[in-house]
């Protein structure tokens, strides 16, 4: 090959990668700007979950931010000690969230585990990621489609609450559900 072909072949497919990339302007129509609006309804939806948990104790339902709904589960009863296997009160939670789940199939659900301090950093890491995998696994299996579920874990990165305290402890060992809208 001649040594000038090398780096405008180079170039040309720098400068294609380059237009595939690039996004598009955005438009000022009216339509464009309908169709950008959230398909979820929050209002609803919140309404939905809290009455499909009635009295579980522990669970909070909240607007994280306009775009976002929370339901934050303990997880201290939800899971043995450094384990990941759901324990049957976290199984009965999430079976009374699948029906709310799949009336709303415009909803993408994000999984996110978290831990206490205790024990070493990469092991709670590990385990919060272990743990999500495993809710995002049983919605899986009760049919929520794997395109909206996704699954991470912070491991003890975000406590709400105090570790040095048995019950912060507690508090900061949770599943948290985040609804937002499918993109």
Not at 129 to 139: D, T
Request: net charge negative.
């Amino acid at each position: 090959m001649p040594a000038f072909r090398l780096p405008f072949t180079l170039t040309l497919a720098c400068l294609l990668l380059a237009a595939c990339a690039t996004q598009p302007a955005p438009s000022s129509s009216p339509a464009a700007t309908e169709s950008a609006a959230p398909v979820a309804r929050w209002d609803s939806t919140r309404e939905s979950l809290r009455n499909a948990l009635g009295n579980v104790p522990g669970i909070i339902v909240e607007d994280l931010d306009e775009d976002v709904l929370r339901v934050r589960i303990p997880a201290t009863d939800g899971f043995a000690i450094g384990q990941s296997t759901l324990r049957p009160g976290l199984t009965d939670t999430l079976e009374r969230l699948l029906p709310v789940f799949q009336a709303h199939p415009d909803a993408a659900i994000d999984i996110v585990g978290h831990t206490d301090s205790m024990g070493n950093e990469m092991f709670n890491l590990r385990l919060s990621i272990a743990r999500a995998e495993a809710v995002m696994e049983h919605l899986r299996s009760h049919g929520i489609a794997l395109l909206r579920l996704t699954a991470d874990g912070l491991g003890e990165a975000e406590p709400i609450a105090d570790n040095a305290t048995q019950a912060g402890r507690e508090a900061n060992r949770r599943v948290e559900i985040l609804l937002r809208a499918l993109r």
